[in-house]
């Protein structure tokens, strides 16, 4: 992976919007968004190149980001929205305010895997945040641009640098999860066959739903059952104990399984924040040492939502966005719980490398 380095972009590959092949063309001249329209929609001018995974400024991490310890374990991390302009349609990868975005969700969010995994995380066009709301529907031709990047790093990521030499983790939040669910009920991300799922530690959906439905689609996915199960998929939205929050939640769909990252359960326990080990809210200004509360709070999966309540430190969940507002924790669903997390990725791997030692 050494060499000159170069921008990410294709070098030699087929333009991949032509045409109505991709759809892309009926989109031509429409201003799409919610709540806010972006500018009329233009193929040549708002799709970026197809990255190149060869090159390895394609990668927002390989392990050595964080340890150069070499790990028995591989992450494949798909990063959150982190677009939010008023003209972009899709991620510039060679931006460098972009990438420095992107970068942080491996220090507030992926972190979670330091020194119990090899982090892997592409750089992906992901979507502009006002046409999330779209991106399975109305402007599914410009969601789909990001799944073939993925599809495409993923397998990179299979023949170069795992290459069937270590067990998986597939993570993400948000934008990301949603991505990796859908490829997941696609069939791709090891969810292709029972020999390719084999290899799968376990999925860390988080901010996104799976519902029956969705399992319907694909037999292989399924829900985690406890703190040690493997090969399936761990997800929650977290909210506040404010009636109808859940309804102001937009990544929470009707019938969403919920997995409580206290006591692993999917049923309705109350689970007290004597359960929490700890929260971590990362700082730019100081990376290295995040503000960390013990006991932050309480959690219960309650209707479609993971419901979070005594609360030790509420001016830690401040309401940022348009998109999430007060009470809706979506910003903050791996902080709440980072240290539970942390020690069910080591919980998660033990079990996983005892049921397969043989």
Same mark, same amino acid.
């Given at each position: 992976m050494s060499g000159p380095k170069r921008d990410c972009k294709s070098y030699g590959v087929m333009n991949i919007i032509s045409g109505d092949e991709t759809g892309l063309e009926n989109l031509r001249g429409q201003e799409l968004g919610i709540p806010q329209k972006l500018p009329p929609f233009d193929p040549e001018r708002d799709v970026p190149e197809a990255p190149d995974y060869s090159n390895p400024n394609c990668w927002l991490t390989m392990p050595e980001h964080f340890t150069k310890e070499k790990q028995p374990v591989d992450v494949f991390w798909v990063y959150p929205t982190i677009l939010s302009d008023d003209s972009t349609y899709l991620m510039d990868l060679a931006d460098p305010l972009?990438?420095?975005?992107?970068? @942080?969700?491996l220090v507030e969010q992926a972190s979670i895997f330091d020194g119990q995994a090899n982090i892997f995380a592409p750089f992906y066009r992901q979507n502009n945040v006002k046409i999330n709301p779209l991106m399975l529907t109305a =402007?599914?031709?410009?969601f789909s641009l990001g799944q073939q990047d993925i599809i495409a790093a993923f397998e990179y990521f299979m023949?170069?640098?795992?290459?069937?030499?270590?067990? $998986? $983790? $597939?993570?993400?939040?948000?934008?990301?999860?949603?991505?990796?669910v859908e490829l997941a009920k696609a069939g791709e991300l090891l969810f292709g066959d029972e020999e390719s799922l084999k290899r799968l530690v376990a999925a860390y959906t988080i901010g996104y739903s799976i519902t029956q439905e969705d399992l319907d689609i694909n037999p292989l996915m399924r829900i985690s059952e406890d703190a040690t199960d493997t090969g399936c998929f761990i997800l929650y939205n977290t909210i506040s104990d404010e009636k109808d929050k859940e309804k102001e939640g937009p990544t929470i769909i *009707?019938?969403?399984? =919920?997995?409580? *990252?206290?006591? @692993?359960?999917?049923?309705?326990?109350?689970a007290p924040a004597g359960m929490n080990i700890g929260a971590a809210f990362f700082r730019h200004k100081d990376p290295a040492n995040p503000a960390r509360y013990p006991n932050f709070a309480a959690a219960q999966k309650v209707g479609n939502a993971l419901v979070i309540t005594?609360?030790?430190? *509420?001016e830690e969940l401040p309401?940022?966005?348009v998109t999430f507002?007060?009470?809706?924790?979506?910003?903050y669903d791996y902080a709440i719980f980072y240290e539970n997390l942390r020690k069910n990725v080591a919980d998660r791997v033990s079990a996983y490398m005892e049921k397969n030692r043989a």
């Open positions: 972009l990438r420095e975005k992107a970068e @942080w969700t =402007v599914k031709p410009i023949k170069n640098f795992n290459r069937g030499e270590r067990p $998986i $983790i $597939i993570a993400a939040h948000s934008q990301g999860s949603v991505r990796t *009707p019938g969403a399984f =919920v997995v409580n *990252p206290l006591n @692993w359960r999917c049923d309705e326990e109350f005594d609360i030790s430190n *509420p309401a940022t966005s507002p007060k009470g809706v924790y979506h910003m």
